[in-house]
Structures are given as structure tokens and as C-alpha cells.
């Protein structure tokens, strides 16, 4: 079961940054956040993650609260390629396979 | 490029018919997954493999079969077993062991039984 709750859509205009929040309260120690997104039709695209400390990547940035139980996963930029799912999902790190929970997203609409 | 390649993109098959769905990776990855997604639902794990020669079943993993003869591949064969196959089948891997396993994804195969 997905230990993760997102609203389950989100509008923003193009141009604008996109900011997409996750709780995520009953979050362990050891694990990690991670956010990927899907396009219709496409296979899950990594985007980022974070374990306490705040992340940015050339595609997005991770701010996590300081008691660790949300999150918040910016695109500052946001273009109409960025219309997709947005997974937020919680999960020990360096643990070997194991398998990816993805729960509903939020089904995120850049507008032009 | 390195990536995570799926072939076909789409498969249509009679039923009762096995099909096998390719999936190759340049990642010099260890671990390789195979995922089912149907409409509107969430991603449910198939099989995994840490390694050459070994893999595990994962949450659904009845009516499928897999081997992993290569690190590169890890193919998926549905067999006429499987009661609901026609779904989107995503293929991943990541680094293993890691402190960074980070799933990557393939594009998917669509795979519709008529």
C-alpha cells in the first residue's frame, strides 16, 4: 500500500512554477523520497530524491520539511511537456530490489 | 545512449498464445524488474533478478515466466496461463548493490490479447 497522499490533480499556467506537495507522516528514518512522473502511455520517468536535506536537479527541486513527514517537489519553469502524473513514493534506500509502490499522483496540467 | 529499451511497443496476440516481451539495458545495471500497470491503477511488481541466473517472483507473478541468462536482458514470457494479460508491461533496473538503487524505466510494451 502506498504510504504517500497527493491531491489528485493540479492545475498551473506555463511559465509558472509548479509546486506539488506529498505527506507522507508516518515516513521511517531510512527512508527515501522519491518523485517520478509518467506521461500517457509512457514508462515512469525518475525526476528526484531526498532523504532530509533538500535536492535540486536540472529537472526539479525536493524540499523536505524538517520533520520529514511532507514534501513538496517544485518545477520552476513548468511547459506543457510537463502535463503528466506525479508520483510521490517513500522507500528504503540501499535496501537491494525491491519493488516501486506507486499510489494514485496527481494528475498535474500545465495550461498555456 | 544508455538507457532501458522495450520491444515491441505494441503486441497483439490470440488467446492462448504465449509471448515473450524483450527488455535490454546498457546501464550496467545488476537488478532488472518487470511491472505490470493497468488503466488508472498503480504499478504491481511481476518478477525481479539482483543478478545472472537468479531472479524472484514478485506480487504477481503466476501465468508469467522469466530468465536472466545476460545482465543485459531480462525477457518476460506471458504464458496462456495468465487469465487478464492485455496490460501496459514496464521493464526497470537499477544499480545493485547500492546505496543509490534508483529504478530506471523502459518505455513499456503494450501487450493486447484478443
Known amino acids: 500500500d502506498a504510504k504517500t497522499t497527493q491531491p489528485p490533480s493540479m492545475d498551473c499556467a506555463e511559465g509558472r512554477a509548479a509546486n506539488l506537495p506529498c505527506n507522507h507522516s508516518?515516513?521511517?528514518?531510512?527512508?527515501?523520497v522519491y518523485w517520478y512522473r509518467q506521461i500517457h502511455s509512457q514508462g515512469p520517468q525518475y525526476i528526484i530524491h531526498g532523504l532530509k536535506n533538500n535536492e535540486t536537479n536540472e529537472m526539479a527541486s525536493l524540499i523536505i520539511t524538517e520533520d520529514r513527514k511532507s514534501s513538496t517537489l517544485i518545477l520552476p519553469h513548468a511547459t506543457l511537456r510537463d502535463t503528466a502524473v506525479y508520483y510521490c513514493?517513500?522507500?528504503?534506500?540501499?535496501?537491494?530490489?525491491?519493488?516501486?509502490?506507486f499510489g494514485q499522483g496527481t494528475r498535474l496540467t500545465i495550461n498555456p | 545512449d544508455g538507457g532501458i529499451t522495450q520491444s515491441p511497443k505494441y503486441l497483439f496476440r490470440k488467446e492462448g498464445q504465449n509471448v515473450t516481451l524483450s527488455c535490454e539495458q546498457n546501464?550496467?545495471?545488476?537488478?532488472m524488474y518487470w511491472y505490470r500497470q493497468d488503466p488508472g491503477q498503480g504499478l504491481r511488481l511481476i518478477y525481479y533478478s539482483q543478478i545472472v541466473n537468479d531472479f524472484q517472483k514478485g506480487d504477481i507473478a503466476e501465468g508469467y515466466s522469466v530468465s536472466r541468462e545476460k545482465k543485459e536482458s531480462f525477457p518476460l514470457t506471458v504464458t496462456s496461463a495468465q487469465k487478464n494479460p492485455t496490460a501496459f508491461y514496464l521493464c526497470?533496473?537499477?544499480?545493485?548493490?547500492?546505496?543509490?538503487?534508483?529504478?530506471?524505466f523502459g518505455p513499456g510494451t503494450r501487450l493486447t490479447v484478443l
Open positions: 546501464l550496467n545495471h545488476d537488478a
Open positions: 513514493i517513500v522507500r528504503v534506500g540501499g535496501q537491494g530490489a525491491q519493488k516501486l509502490v
Open positions: 526497470a533496473s537499477s544499480m545493485f548493490p547500492a546505496s543509490s538503487d534508483t529504478q530506471y
Open positions: 508516518t515516513i521511517s528514518g531510512n527512508e527515501y
